[in-house]
């Protein structure tokens, strides 16, 4: 899900999927710079182990994405 979406932000968005199903995986992807901890300050109800910065390849994300701790 891209963290810049008109009316609302990716964030938000994904909070308001989890109401509804709590077990949706998602994953967040921006062309913008982004703050990993800020992020997590502002949306802890929100798992961001998927973070992906654009522009991205095929092959990254089939075989060396790697997952934030």
Avoid: H, W
Avoid at 10 to 15: D, I, M, N, R, T
Avoid at 30 to 56: D, Q, S
């Amino acid at each position: 899900m891209d963290i810049n979406i008109p009316n609302i932000n990716g964030f938000e968005l994904c909070q308001k999927i989890l109401e509804l199903d709590v077990n949706v995986r998602v994953c967040f992807i921006t062309g913008g710079e982004a703050n990993y901890e800020t992020l997590r300050e502002l949306y802890p109800n929100v798992n961001m182990r998927c973070f992906i910065k654009k522009p991205v390849s095929i092959d990254y994300l089939v075989k060396d994405y790697p997952l934030l701790e």
